[in-house]
């Protein structure tokens, strides 16, 4: 009987298998080869081996966006943490009701399309827009502040995109914490500052940990957040891959672009499952 | 002991406060007479109407809803058969193969989009609705393959086999009692599917073809281009479905 079922069962996984396969190992590997050929002189590529990609990368300007979108990841990443931790925790600590509340309230936006809470962001930062009125209105500054296309605007948007999926890792985690074990801590003695950071943080460590990685890794490609609030000015690897492909058809060299960013993917997620010792990301299923 | 509850729930409303802030400006703009939007000349439906009669924008929103339909549709074909087949078989690839299927959603989305539109072109496929929905598959699957795979962990395997003691047939068993118990795990990756194919943009950008505009990337390109007034009435129009299917899911699942 057990033979029958399994010879059957593995009719059920065949599509999966030749999706997978045919659809992401391929075009990866694809990726991979098209990172190695010379680029033709007026369109596509040659099937000449050449290293030349991987060499323009260590271009200063090259290197710069990369250098820069890693800063500006880490800058909404932290900013993210202090956000996202804080709310996550403070939300799980409130009655059922509320959370319940709370979890709708932040499903909303969570659902709403990117690119449309991106436009209410310029609606507020445009010159003379929403806010600069209001700051003069409450004499915070006399000119208008103009900071739609700026960097400042850049990492708002960043962190308003991606604050929820910090929230929602934390909260998931600090939801299933063990309460008993910080009233046993505070009851021998420890400050409820003390019991936060030897007890419940370890304990919500995998929370934070997958929020971090799930607002890292996005903050490097989302190009649109930069082209939108940033104007031309800000360029990080997600806008050089895009201008790469579809404005100078440097095909080979966008690949090489990518398959860098793909390795300092895999690094983050490995480092990630080293760390917290779990495979899936908390939060995110 | 109520001092002590102010300040995090302060802390609470204000970050709600501000996620909610880009979206209140663009409802309450959707009803402005004024076609700038620094200038307020008072409340009017002129931009709802412009909306309804911009036969691109139609033909864009219909675009969207067919892809996303189709994309969350195969993913949960796809993902659920390998989801109750995986928990079957005992192939030495299976492991690896689940780990390559989650990819696309791991890795950075432009990378996805790049990987897919040099592919699709060195297979000659004319980009469209086809290479869209062949997109938009391949990262929909994981969604529902690993809610599915995580409620199936989760199950209580003697249910099905004290089916199958008492004579019932394996499809039987799949349709009467594995079905039924994995029923919301499939739904839930079927919403988030359709959720995230509808608000793509990075991926269908490189993807989609010069005549296929599906919603976001229009959306996006007239953003770059100086925006109407009118994807405010659009954004309000899709905040209000959102809501709605938002209320609606957590109405029934209060009824359970």
Request: aromatic share 12%.
């Amino acid at each position: 009987m057990k033979g029958i079922k399994k010879n059957r069962a593995w009719l059920l996984v065949i599509p999966f298998y030749f999706y997978t396969i045919i659809f992401v190992i391929l075009p990866l590997a694809y990726m991979i080869l098209l990172s190695f050929l010379r680029r033709a002189e007026i369109w596509g590529v040659t099937k000449e081996f050449t290293l030349d990609n991987y060499k323009n990368i260590f271009e200063p300007v090259y290197l710069n966006t990369f250098v820069e979108s890693l800063k500006l990841a880490l800058l909404c990443t932290t900013f993210i943490v202090f956000l996202g931790y804080p709310f996550g925790y403070f939300m799980a600590k409130l009655s059922e009701k509320w959370k319940n509340r709370v979890v709708t309230l932040l499903m909303i936006p969570f659902w709403t399309s990117a690119l449309i809470r991106m436009y209410g962001w310029i609606i507020i930062f445009r010159s003379n827009g929403l806010m600069d009125r209001f700051f003069m209105a409450i004499h915070l500054t006399e000119k208008p502040l103009r900071l739609l296309y700026t960097y400042p605007a850049v990492v708002v948007g960043m962190i308003y995109a991606l604050l929820p999926f910090m929230i929602l890792s934390v909260y998931s985690s600090v939801e299933k914490l063990d309460w008993s074990l910080i009233e046993a801590a505070r009851d021998l003695g420890a400050s409820s500052v003390h019991a936060f950071f030897t007890i419940t943080l370890k304990l919500t460590m995998p929370g934070l940990l997958s929020g971090i990685v799930l607002t890292f890794i996005p903050s490097m490609g989302l190009f649109f957040v930069a082209d939108i609030l940033g104007g031309n000015k800000i360029v990080l690897v997600g806008n050089l891959i895009q201008e790469q492909l579809m404005k100078a058809r440097n095909w080979p060299f966008a690949a090489a672009l990518s398959v860098v960013l793909t390795i300092l993917t895999s690094l983050i997620l490995t480092l990630y499952r080293k760390v917290a010792k779990v495979r899936e990301l908390e939060g995110l299923f | 002991m109520k001092n002590r509850t102010k300040i995090p729930n302060m802390f609470l409303i204000i970050i709600l406060v501000i996620m909610y802030l880009p979206i209140l400006v663009i409802i309450v703009y959707s009803f402005n007479a004024s076609k700038i939007s620094t200038v307020w000349e008072g409340v009017s439906l002129r931009w709802y109407q412009e909306l309804f009669r911009d036969r691109s924008m139609m033909e864009a929103v219909r675009n969207s809803l067919i892809l996303a339909g189709l994309s969350c549709i195969n993913a949960a074909i796809i993902g659920t058969m390998a989801a109750v087949g995986m928990m079957r078989i005992s192939w030495k690839s299976k492991g690896m193969i689940a780990y390559f299927s989650t990819i696309p959603i791991m890795i950075p989305e432009i990378i996805l989009g790049m990987v897919f539109m040099v592919f699709f072109s060195f297979l000659g496929l004319p980009f469209g609705m086809v290479t869209l929905v062949l997109a938009h598959t391949a990262f929909c699957i994981p969604y529902v393959f690993t809610m599915v795979r995580s409620r199936l962990i989760g199950m209580d395997v003697s249910l099905e086999e004290a089916a199958r003691d008492l004579g019932a047939g394996e499809i039987k068993v799949f349709f009467t009692i594995t079905l039924p118990l994995i029923a919301p795990a499939i739904v839930s990756g079927m919403l988030l599917s359709f959720a995230m194919s509808f608000d793509d943009v990075v991926i269908s950008i490189f993807v989609t073809g010069a005549t296929t505009n599906t919603l976001p990337v229009k959306i996006y390109t007239q953003m770059k281009n100086g925006v109407s007034p009118e994807i405010n009435a659009l954004s309000t129009i899709m905040l209000l479905g959102t809501i709605l299917v938002i209320g609606g899911s957590e109405v029934i699942r209060r009824k359970r």
